[in-house]
C-alpha cells in the first residue's frame, strides 16, 4: 500500500492503535445498549412514557421476608404517594394515571394438577400491572390484570402449561392447587435471552393474584415492588420513592439509569463486595437477570470510557509537536530576519 | 505506467463495480425478507361487535337448611351405634343405646354431695361434743340406719350393664336362632315343590308308559277275542294296584307314627327303604316295645294287607303273561316283543314313581320338623324378652329405690340441721364455727339441687331420633363416653334444602342482586342444581371490604358438606366493538390499542403498528368493548401480542397462518 508507506512509522503505529481503541470503545458502548434493550423488565418508564414528552423514571424495591411487607401495606403506600404529588402538584391528564405499579409475592414451590398431570410450580402471587412491567410473550390467551373482576384467575410459562395439559393452548382450562380451582388466563412464553436464560433455574411457573379469592397465597410478604412514576427532574421519582415508601430494610433499584455511565462507575467500584449481602432479601429470577446484564456492562465501561482517551491523547501530542515545531521555525526566520535583515 | 499496466486496472475497477451492482441487485430483490426478519412479529385480530358479561365465581360448602344436631346435656357411655351415615331414620328411632347408670357428671356431682356430707358431719359431731344433744343425735343414728337399710335393699335390686347385655344377646341368639328355623321351613317347602313337580312329572311318565302297552296290547289282540279274560285280568289287576297305593300311603301313616314311638325309645333312627327293613325295623321295635301293644297292631295288618295285596298282583300278572305268551304266535312276534317291552317300561316307570312318592313323603315329614323348629325358636325368643323385661322392670325399681334413698338421705339431712339448730340456740359453739356449718349447710343444700337437676334431665339408655331425615354425621362409637358440647349425629331433612355462600369484594357484589339465578361450575352436577342468590350480607371476617353471597341451592342427590362452584354476574350487554383483553395498552395517557395498518410498496406490503386511543367501557375475562378513535368492528385489525416490545409507528410482520 504505497499511501501508508509513506506515512512515518511514528505516526502510522499510534494511528492505528487510536483506531483500534475507537472501536473497541464503539463496542463495548453498543454492547452496553444492548444489555439495556435486552430485559424489557427493566424498560417500563420508556413503556409508560409512550408518545409524551413527560419524563418518567421506573423504580423497583426489593423486601426481605422479615418486612412483612403485605399487599395491604402497597394500598397504603399508593394513598401517601397520591398524596404527595398533590402536594408537589403533579396531577394526571384526565382519565390518565401519573403513575403504574405492580407487585410480587414469591410463593415457592407448589403442586398443581392440571389435566395432563401433576407438577410443582413456582407461583408468584402478582398485585398491580405486573405484566406491563413483565411483558413476557403470550402463547395463548391474555395476561391477568389487578383491576379485573375476579381474581382466581392464573397465568401460566410455557413449561407450566406443558407439564400441566401437555399442550399450550389452554387458557379457559383449570389448574388445582390444593383444594382450589384456578382458570387460566393465558400462557406465556420465559424470557429467551442469555442473562434471563442463566437466572432461570428451569422450574415452571404459575403467576397467580395475590389476593385470589382461594386464600391459598394471601398471607405471603411482597417480595418486589415496582412503579413508574414522573421524574421531571432527574433523580426527583428515586428521591420521592425514598421519602414515602416506608422503611422496610429493602434495597431500592432506579431500574431506568441502571445502566447509565454513573450507576455502572458505582457497579464497578462495589464489583468485589457485590456478592456480599447484609440482609436477607430474596432476589426474583427477572433481578437476577439484570443483575448479570449490570455486571456485563460494568465490565465493559472501561473498555467503553478509556480507549477514547488515547486518541486524544495522541492528538494532543500531535498538535504540541507540530506546536513546537511552529515556534521553531518562526523564531528561525525572526532569527534570519534580524541577522541579515 | 505502460498501455498494459493501464489495461489491467481498468479491467480490476470494472469488475469490482460488477460484483458491487450484483450484491446491490440481490439485496434490493430480498431487502423485504432481510427487513421483515428483524421486525416483531404479531398476531392480530378484528374488532368484533359482541357481548361482555362479567361474572363473579366462588365456591363454597352446602349447609343443610334442616339439619338437627343429636345431643345429649350430659356425659354418657355408648354401648350401641344402630345407625350408619347415609341411613334414613324416622322420628322415634333409636340411634344409639347408652350404658345404665348415672352420667359422668351425676355421679361426679353426687360425689361432691356425698364428700359434703361427711365433712358437715364431722364438724358436726365436734360441735356437738361439748353439749347435751341426745335427741338430735338419736334422731340422726335413726336416720342414718334408715339410709343404710334402704341402701342394702336398693343394692339387692341392682341390674349391672353386664346383665342387660347378656339378656339382649340372649335375645338376639333366639331371634336368630327363629330365623334359622324358618329358613329351614322354606328350604323344606322348596324341596317339597320340587319333589312333588317330580311325582306329577313321574305320574306322567307312568301314564304314558302306560298308554303304550295298552296300545300295544291291543295290536296284539290282548283287549279282544281270546283276550275277554285278559281283559277281565287287568280291569282286576289295576283294581288291586290301586288298593295296593292307598294300603301303602295308611301303612305310610302308621310308620310314622311307630317311627315317633321309636325315637322315644332308642336313639337309633334306621331309614326306612324297603318293606324288608320295616319288618326288620318292626321286629327291632316290638322287643322294645311291648309285643303286645296295641299300637303295633294297625301297622301289622297293613304290612299283611300290602303282602297279600302284592301276591294277588303277582298272580294276575303271571295269569296275564300266560294268556300272553299262549297267544303269542309266530305272525305277531314282533308287536308281542313291543309289547313285552313297553310292560317293562311301565314297571321300571312305577318303580321310579313309587320311590318319588316316598321322597316326597320324607319331604313333608321335615317340613313339619321345621314348623316344629320355629314354634319352639318362637317360644324360647318371647322367654328370653320376658327376662329382659324383667331385669328391666328390676332395674326401674333399682332406680325407684336409688330415687327413694334420696328421701332418707335429706332425713338425715333433716336431722344434721336440726342438730345444727340446736347447737346455734346452745350458743356454745363460736360463730366462727357456726358460719362454718351454715356455709357447709347451704353447699349441701346447692349440691342437693344440682343432683335433682341433673337427675331432671338425664337421659334413658336410648337416644331416638328428635326428627326424620337421613343420617349424615355420626361422631361417636360403640365404647366412647358422649361430651355434651358434641353433637353425636346430625339428621337432616334434605326436603328443606342447603345454602352455601361465599365472599366477595364490595365491587363484585354491587353487580349482583337477591333474586339472581346463579350458574353452576361443577359441571357433572348437571341440570339437577339449581341455586338463587337469597342474600347478600357483610362478610364477619372482612365486614368492611368483603360481603357474603348467600345462595338457595336445591336439587337431586345433594348432601351437606359438597363442595360447589357457583357462577353470577350481569346480564350479558352488546357493544359495537369488543377486542381481546391483550389488546388493550395503557400509558401515561391512557388506554390505547395498536391497530395494523398494511401500505403497499413496490416489493410487497409493509405493516405498521398505529396507536388508537381509546375508551374502555366494560371488559369481563377475556374480552373489553372499547370505544373512540374511530375503531369499528370488522374493519379494525388491533394487534393481540407481539414477539418484541413493540412502540408506535413500528414496523411489524404479521404471524404466519
Same mark, same amino acid.
Given at each position: 500500500?504505497?499511501?501508508?508507506?509513506?506515512?512515518p512509522?511514528?505516526?502510522?503505529?499510534? #494511528?492505528? +492503535?487510536? %483506531?483500534l481503541? /475507537?472501536?473497541?470503545?464503539? @463496542?463495548? =458502548?453498543?454492547?452496553?445498549?444492548?444489555?439495556? $434493550?435486552?430485559?424489557?423488565?427493566?424498560?417500563?418508564?420508556?413503556?409508560?412514557?409512550g408518545e409524551s414528552?413527560?419524563?418518567?423514571?421506573?423504580?423497583?424495591?426489593?423486601?426481605?421476608?422479615?418486612?412483612?411487607?403485605?399487599?395491604?401495606?402497597?394500598?397504603?403506600?399508593?394513598?401517601a404517594l397520591?398524596a404527595?404529588?398533590?402536594?408537589?402538584?403533579?396531577?394526571?391528564?384526565?382519565?390518565?394515571?401519573?403513575?403504574?405499579?405492580?407487585?410480587?409475592a414469591l410463593?415457592?414451590?407448589m403442586?398443581a394438577?392440571?389435566d395432563?398431570?401433576? #407438577?410443582? +410450580?413456582? %407461583?408468584?402471587a /402478582?398485585?398491580?400491572?405486573? @405484566?406491563? =412491567?413483565?411483558?413476557?410473550?403470550?402463547a395463548? $390467551?391474555?395476561?391477568?390484570r389487578?383491576?379485573?373482576?375476579?381474581?382466581?384467575r392464573?397465568v401460566l410459562?410455557?413449561?407450566?402449561?406443558?407439564?400441566?395439559?401437555?399442550?399450550?393452548?389452554?387458557?379457559?382450562r383449570t389448574?388445582?392447587?390444593?383444594?382450589?380451582d384456578?382458570?387460566?388466563?393465558g400462557?406465556?412464553?420465559?424470557?429467551?435471552?442469555?442473562?434471563?436464560?442463566k437466572?432461570?433455574?428451569?422450574?415452571?411457573r404459575l403467576?397467580?393474584?395475590?389476593?385470589?379469592?382461594?386464600?391459598?397465597?394471601?398471607?405471603?410478604?411482597?417480595?418486589c415492588?415496582?412503579?413508574?412514576l414522573?421524574?421531571?427532574?432527574?433523580?426527583?421519582?428515586r428521591?420521592?420513592?425514598?421519602?414515602?415508601?416506608?422503611?422496610?430494610?429493602?434495597?431500592?433499584?432506579?431500574?431506568?439509569?441502571r445502566?447509565?455511565i454513573?450507576?455502572?462507575?458505582?457497579?464497578l467500584?462495589?464489583?468485589?463486595?457485590r456478592t456480599i449481602?447484609?440482609?436477607?432479601?430474596?432476589?426474583?429470577?427477572?433481578e437476577?437477570?439484570?443483575?448479570?446484564s449490570?455486571?456485563h456492562a460494568a465490565?465493559l465501561?472501561?473498555?467503553?470510557?478509556?480507549?477514547?482517551?488515547?486518541?486524544?491523547?495522541?492528538?494532543?501530542?500531535?498538535?504540541?509537536?507540530?506546536a513546537?515545531?511552529?515556534?521553531?521555525?518562526?523564531?528561525?526566520?525572526?532569527k534570519?530576519?534580524?541577522?541579515?535583515? | 505506467?505502460?498501455?498494459?499496466?493501464k489495461?489491467?486496472?481498468?479491467?480490476?475497477?470494472?469488475?469490482?463495480?460488477?460484483?458491487?451492482?450484483a450484491v446491490?441487485?440481490?439485496?434490493?430483490?430480498?431487502?423485504?425478507t432481510?427487513?421483515?426478519?428483524?421486525?416483531?412479529?404479531?398476531?392480530q385480530?378484528?374488532?368484533?361487535?359482541?357481548t361482555i358479561?362479567?361474572?363473579?365465581?366462588?365456591?363454597?360448602?352446602?349447609?343443610s337448611n334442616?339439619a338437627y344436631?343429636?345431643?345429649?346435656k350430659?356425659?354418657?357411655?355408648?354401648?350401641?351405634?344402630?345407625?350408619?351415615?347415609?341411613d334414613?331414620?324416622?322420628?322415634g328411632?333409636?340411634?344409639?343405646?347408652l350404658?345404665?347408670?348415672?352420667s359422668?357428671e351425676?355421679?361426679?356431682?353426687r360425689?361432691?354431695?356425698?364428700?359434703?356430707?361427711?365433712?358437715y358431719?364431722?364438724?358436726?359431731?365436734?360441735?356437738?361434743?361439748?353439749?347435751?344433744y341426745?335427741?338430735?343425735?338419736?334422731?340422726?343414728?335413726?336416720a342414718?340406719?334408715?339410709?343404710?337399710?334402704?341402701?342394702?335393699?336398693?343394692?339387692?335390686?341392682?341390674?349391672?350393664?353386664?346383665?342387660?347385655?347378656?339378656a339382649?344377646?340372649?335375645?338376639?341368639?333366639?331371634?336368630q336362632?327363629?330365623?334359622?328355623?324358618?329358613?329351614?321351613?322354606?328350604?323344606?317347602?322348596?324341596?317339597?315343590?320340587?319333589?312333588?313337580?317330580?311325582?306329577?312329572?313321574?305320574q306322567?311318565?307312568?301314564?304314558?308308559?302306560k298308554?303304550?302297552?295298552?296300545?300295544?296290547?291291543?295290536?296284539?289282540?290282548?283287549?279282544?277275542?281270546?283276550g275277554?279274560?285278559?281283559?277281565?285280568?287287568y280291569?282286576?289287576?289295576e283294581s288291586?294296584?290301586e288298593?295296593?297305593?292307598?294300603?301303602?300311603?295308611?301303612?305310610a301313616?302308621?310308620?310314622e307314627?311307630?317311627?315317633?314311638?321309636?325315637?322315644?325309645?332308642?336313639?337309633?333312627?334306621m331309614p326306612?327303604?324297603?318293606e324288608?327293613?320295616?319288618?326288620?325295623?318292626m321286629?327291632?321295635?316290638?322287643?322294645r316295645?311291648?309285643?303286645t301293644d296295641?299300637?303295633?297292631?294297625?301297622?301289622?295288618?297293613?304290612?299283611?294287607?300290602?303282602?297279600?295285596?302284592?301276591?294277588?298282583?303277582?298272580?294276575l300278572n303271571?295269569?296275564?303273561?300266560d294268556?300272553?305268551?299262549?297267544?303269542m304266535?309266530s305272525?305277531?312276534?314282533?308287536?308281542?316283543k313291543?309289547y313285552?317291552?313297553a310292560?317293562?317300561?311301565?314297571?321300571?316307570e312305577?318303580?321310579?314313581?313309587?320311590?318319588?312318592?316316598?321322597?316326597?313323603?320324607?319331604?313333608?315329614k321335615?317340613?313339619?320338623?321345621?314348623?316344629?323348629?320355629?314354634?319352639?325358636?318362637e317360644?324360647?325368643?318371647?322367654?328370653?324378652?320376658?327376662?329382659?323385661?324383667?331385669l328391666?322392670?328390676?332395674?326401674?325399681?333399682?332406680?325407684?329405690s336409688?330415687?327413694?334413698l334420696?328421701?332418707?338421705?335429706?332425713?338425715?339431712?333433716?336431722?344434721?340441721?336440726?342438730?345444727e339448730?340446736k347447737?346455734r340456740?346452745?350458743?356454745?359453739?363460736?360463730?366462727i364455727?357456726?358460719?362454718?356449718?351454715?356455709?357447709?349447710?347451704?353447699?349441701?343444700?346447692?349440691?342437693?339441687a344440682?343432683?335433682?337437676?341433673?337427675e331432671?334431665?338425664?337421659?334413658?339408655?336410648?337416644?331416638?331420633?328428635?326428627?326424620?331425615?337421613?343420617?349424615?354425621?355420626?361422631?361417636?362409637?360403640?365404647?366412647?363416653e358422649?361430651?355434651?358440647?358434641?353433637?353425636?349425629?346430625?339428621?337432616?331433612?334434605?326436603?328443606l334444602?342447603?345454602?352455601?355462600?361465599?365472599?366477595?369484594?364490595n365491587?363484585?357484589?354491587?353487580?349482583?342482586?337477591?333474586?339472581?339465578e346463579?350458574e353452576?361450575s361443577?359441571?357433572w352436577?348437571?341440570?339437577?342444581?339449581?341455586?338463587?342468590?337469597?342474600q347478600?350480607?357483610?362478610?364477619?371476617?372482612?365486614?368492611?371490604?368483603?360481603?357474603l353471597?348467600?345462595?338457595?341451592?336445591?336439587?337431586e342427590?345433594?348432601?351437606?358438606?359438597?363442595?360447589?362452584?357457583?357462577?353470577i354476574?350481569?346480564?350479558?350487554q352488546?357493544?359495537?366493538?369488543?377486542?381481546?383483553?391483550?389488546?388493550v395498552?395503557?400509558?401515561?395517557?391512557?388506554?390505547f390499542?395498536?391497530?395494523?395498518?398494511?401500505?403497499t410498496?413496490?416489493?410487497?406490503?409493509?405493516?405498521?403498528?398505529?396507536?388508537?386511543?381509546?375508551?374502555?367501557?366494560a371488559?369481563?375475562d377475556?374480552?373489553?368493548?372499547?370505544?373512540?378513535?374511530?375503531?369499528?368492528?370488522?374493519?379494525?385489525?388491533?394487534?393481540?401480542?407481539?414477539?418484541?416490545p413493540?412502540?408506535p409507528?413500528?414496523?411489524?410482520?404479521?404471524?404466519?397462518?
Open positions: 500500500m504505497p499511501f501508508f508507506k509513506r506515512i512509522l511514528k505516526i502510522l503505529i499510534p #494511528s492505528a +492503535v487510536c %483506531v481503541a /475507537l472501536l473497541v470503545s464503539l @463496542f463495548s =458502548f453498543l454492547s452496553v445498549s444492548a444489555d439495556k $434493550g435486552t430485559l424489557p423488565a427493566q424498560d417500563a418508564a420508556a413503556r409508560w412514557r414528552d413527560e419524563r418518567f423514571t421506573q423504580v423497583s424495591v426489593f423486601l426481605p421476608e422479615s418486612a412483612a411487607f403485605t399487599p395491604e401495606k402497597v394500598y397504603d403506600f399508593r394513598a397520591e404527595r404529588f398533590l402536594s408537589e402538584s403533579i396531577e394526571a391528564e384526565e382519565g390518565a394515571s401519573l403513575y403504574k405499579d405492580a407487585f410480587a410463593c415457592g414451590a403442586t394438577k392440571g395432563y398431570g401433576s #407438577s410443582p +410450580v413456582e %407461583v408468584y /402478582l398485585g398491580g400491572d405486573w @405484566f406491563f =412491567f413483565h411483558p413476557l410473550p403470550l395463548s $390467551g391474555g395476561y391477568i389487578d383491576d379485573e373482576l375476579m381474581h382466581d392464573v410459562d410455557t413449561v407450566a402449561a406443558w407439564q400441566l395439559f401437555g399442550a399450550t393452548d389452554v387458557a379457559g389448574v388445582v392447587i390444593g383444594d382450589a384456578y382458570i387460566v388466563a400462557v406465556v412464553e420465559r424470557e429467551a435471552d442469555r442473562y434471563s436464560e437466572a432461570d433455574d428451569g422450574s415452571a403467576y397467580a393474584y395475590a389476593d385470589a379469592p382461594t386464600g391459598l397465597i394471601q398471607d405471603k410478604p411482597v417480595a415492588y415496582e412503579i413508574v414522573p421524574d421531571p427532574v432527574s433523580g426527583f421519582g428521591k420521592l420513592m425514598e421519602d414515602v415508601f416506608p422503611k422496610t430494610g429493602g434495597e431500592l433499584v432506579e431500574n431506568s439509569t445502566y447509565d454513573p450507576a455502572l462507575w458505582e457497579v467500584k462495589s464489583f468485589s463486595s449481602r447484609k440482609n436477607d432479601v430474596t432476589y426474583p429470577y427477572w437476577n437477570a439484570a443483575r448479570l449490570e455486571n465490565r465501561l472501561p473498555f467503553w470510557l478509556v480507549p477514547p482517551l488515547l486518541p486524544l491523547a495522541f492528538l494532543v501530542t500531535l498538535g504540541v509537536v507540530f513546537n515545531k511552529g515556534v521553531k521555525k518562526v523564531a528561525e526566520k525572526i534570519r530576519y534580524r541577522e541579515f535583515g | 505506467m505502460t498501455t498494459e499496466e489495461t489491467n486496472k481498468r479491467g480490476w475497477v470494472k469488475n469490482a463495480a460488477i460484483i458491487f451492482l446491490m441487485l440481490v439485496l434490493t430483490l430480498f431487502s423485504n432481510i427487513m421483515n426478519a428483524s421486525l416483531p412479529e404479531v398476531a385480530q378484528t374488532v368484533q361487535n359482541g358479561s362479567a361474572k363473579i365465581r366462588g365456591s363454597g360448602t352446602l349447609e334442616g344436631e343429636v345431643t345429649l350430659q356425659s354418657y357411655k355408648v354401648t350401641g351405634v344402630n345407625v350408619r351415615v347415609g334414613t331414620v324416622e322420628v328411632d333409636t340411634l344409639f343405646t350404658e345404665s347408670g348415672e359422668t351425676l355421679s361426679s356431682v360425689k361432691e354431695l356425698d364428700d359434703a356430707r361427711l365433712q358431719q364431722i364438724d358436726l359431731v365436734n360441735a356437738a361434743a361439748s353439749g347435751d341426745t335427741t338430735e343425735q338419736k334422731n340422726i343414728e335413726r342414718q340406719k334408715d339410709l343404710e337399710d334402704a341402701t342394702a335393699d336398693s343394692r339387692e335390686l341392682l341390674v349391672t350393664q353386664e346383665e342387660l347385655n347378656a339382649q344377646a340372649a335375645i338376639d341368639e333366639a331371634e336362632g327363629v330365623e334359622n328355623a324358618k329358613q329351614s321351613v322354606k328350604d323344606a317347602e322348596t324341596r317339597i315343590d320340587q319333589a312333588q313337580e317330580r311325582v306329577d312329572k313321574q306322567e311318565a307312568v301314564n304314558e308308559a298308554e303304550k302297552t295298552d296300545q300295544y296290547a291291543a295290536d296284539v289282540g290282548y283287549s279282544g277275542g281270546g275277554g279274560s285278559y281283559a277281565g285280568l280291569a282286576s289287576l288291586k294296584q288298593e295296593l297305593r292307598a294300603t301303602r300311603i295308611a301303612y301313616a302308621e310308620l307314627q311307630l317311627d315317633a314311638l321309636a325315637r322315644e325309645e332308642a336313639a337309633k333312627d326306612l327303604v324297603t324288608d327293613e320295616v319288618l326288620r325295623y321286629q327291632a321295635i316290638a322287643i316295645i311291648d309285643p296295641t299300637a303295633l297292631a294297625p301297622l301289622k295288618e297293613a304290612y299283611n294287607a300290602i303282602k297279600m295285596l302284592e301276591d294277588e298282583i303277582d298272580s303271571g295269569q296275564i303273561s294268556i300272553i305268551d299262549s297267544d304266535s305272525s305277531n312276534y314282533a308287536s308281542k313291543k313285552d317291552e310292560k317293562e317300561a311301565q314297571k321300571a312305577e318303580k321310579k314313581l313309587k320311590d318319588e312318592e316316598k321322597a316326597l313323603a320324607r319331604e313333608k321335615s317340613l313339619e320338623e321345621a314348623e316344629k323348629a320355629v314354634t319352639e325358636a317360644t324360647k325368643v318371647t322367654e328370653k324378652k320376658k327376662d329382659l323385661e324383667d328391666k322392670a328390676k332395674e326401674k325399681q333399682y332406680k325407684e336409688v330415687r327413694g334420696r328421701d332418707y338421705e335429706d332425713k338425715l339431712d333433716a336431722a344434721n340441721f336440726a342438730l339448730e347447737i340456740e346452745s350458743s356454745k359453739e363460736s360463730q364455727d357456726q358460719l362454718k356449718l351454715e356455709s357447709q349447710r347451704k353447699d349441701i343444700e346447692r349440691l342437693q344440682r343432683v335433682a337437676e341433673l331432671k334431665e338425664a337421659s334413658g339408655t336410648e337416644v331416638k331420633a328428635p326428627q326424620a331425615g337421613v343420617v349424615t354425621a355420626v361422631s361417636v362409637k360403640t365404647g366412647s358422649t361430651s355434651p358440647s358434641e353433637a353425636l349425629a346430625v339428621i337432616e331433612a334434605p326436603d334444602g342447603y345454602t352455601m355462600s361465599f365472599s366477595v369484594t365491587e363484585q357484589a354491587r353487580r349482583v342482586t337477591v333474586g339472581d346463579a353452576m361443577n359441571t352436577w348437571g341440570p339437577q342444581l339449581s341455586a338463587t342468590l337469597k347478600i350480607k357483610p362478610d364477619p371476617q372482612n365486614p368492611r371490604t368483603n360481603r353471597l348467600v345462595f338457595e341451592v336445591k336439587g342427590d345433594l348432601t351437606a358438606g359438597t363442595n360447589v362452584s357457583l357462577s354476574g350481569q346480564k350479558s352488546n357493544y359495537d366493538a369488543v377486542v381481546p383483553n391483550s389488546a395498552r395503557t400509558d401515561n395517557k391512557g388506554s390499542v395498536l391497530v395494523v395498518e398494511a401500505k410498496v413496490p416489493l410487497g406490503t409493509r405493516y405498521t403498528a398505529r396507536r388508537v386511543d381509546v375508551n374502555v367501557l371488559s369481563d377475556t374480552n373489553t368493548a372499547i370505544a373512540g378513535g374511530g375503531v369499528s368492528a370488522w374493519n379494525t385489525w388491533v394487534i393481540t401480542s407481539s414477539s418484541k413493540l412502540e409507528g413500528m414496523n411489524v410482520r404479521l404471524t404466519e397462518k
